[in-house]
T-cell receptor, first 110, second 111 residues
């Protein structure tokens, strides 16, 4: 079957670095996504990984290991506005349907 | 560029009343379209998806239905709302290759 897991909540200090982990299980794989969702708003796209390795985009980086069914989102130089829910999602090969995790609520405090 | 429009932004409806939420996409052809619901503090629940006009797949049995009368239009409906239908409804589109773009969402409160 398909399954995806990420921590429910994390806290971090402004200016610090935080890593949000995501593990998944699927019989086929066609990409992993990270989305950011602020309270009361729609999710917005952050990153897409289809090959193993690290993808860097400004303060945000996303890592993928297909053999381990593992990804993480790395946020550097945290700002208060980074307080949000971070959703991990994977797409199975041949499927039009992404499987979303429940999201990790990140709280950044001064 | 592609854009997705979803309305209304908020809606308060009495139990037993009908529902119609509309979503349209611009700047692309033959998109894959999705309706999601997100209850407070919960993850995204896929309700329906469509890969073409008139093609609807339901993921969760319930009193909601979806239709795709035109290529870039996706409608979520109900004949009689239940209290449990309250939530944040999100429309999304994808070209099948790279990422999913969400509409701004509709906050539905059934009273």
């Amino acid at each position: 079957g398909q399954n995806i897991d990420q921590p429910t909540e994390m806290t971090a200090t402004e200016g610090a670095i935080v890593q949000i982990n995501c593990t998944y299980q699927t019989s086929g794989f066609n990409g992993l996504f990270w989305y950011q969702q602020h309270a009361g708003e729609a999710p917005t796209f952050l990153s897409y990984n289809v090959l193993d390795g690290l993808e860097e985009k400004g303060r945000f980086s996303s890592f993928l290991s297909r053999s381990k069914g593992y990804s993480y989102l790395l946020l550097k130089e945290l700002q208060m506005k980074d307080s949000a829910s971070y959703l991990c999602a994977f797409q199975s090969g041949g499927s039009y349907i992404p499987t979303f995790g429940r999201g990790t609520s990140l709280i950044v405090h001064p | 560029s592609q854009t997705i429009h979803q309305w209304p932004a908020t809606l308060v409806q009495p139990v037993g009343s009908p529902l119609s939420l509309e979503c349209t996409v611009e700047g692309t052809s033959n998109p894959n379209l999705y309706w999601y619901r997100q209850a407070a503090g919960r993850g995204l629940q896929l309700l329906f998806y469509s890969v073409g006009i008139g093609q609807i797949s339901s993921e969760v049995p319930q009193n909601l239905s979806a239709s795709r009368p035109q290529d870039r239009q996706f409608i979520l409906s109900s004949k009689k709302l239940l209290l449990s239908d309250s939530g944040f409804y999100l429309c999304a589109w994808s070209d099948g290759n790279y990422g999913y773009t969400f509409g701004s969402g509709t906050r539905l409160t059934v009273v």
